[in-house]
């Protein structure tokens, strides 16, 4: 049961770095390159601090 939840997490883990990656090389944000070297470097929480403070907010 326990092996099974965290093979769940590492794939949901990887999946939201790889999402993160592709979203900022594909975003015109002027700070991309920096961006990715902290999403690369920084896995899990580069991306999340990528999809809180470098995501443009596109609802505006």
Known sequence: MN????????ILWFVLWIVAIIDCA????????????VIILLP????????????RNTWA
Request: positive net charge.
């Open 44 to 55: 899990f929480l580069g991306s999340i601090l990528y999809f809180i403070f470098g995501r």
């Open 26 to 37: 594909k975003s015109d944000n002027p700070n991309k390159i920096v961006w990715i070297v």
């Open 3 to 10: 092996t099974s939840l965290s093979y769940f997490l590492s």
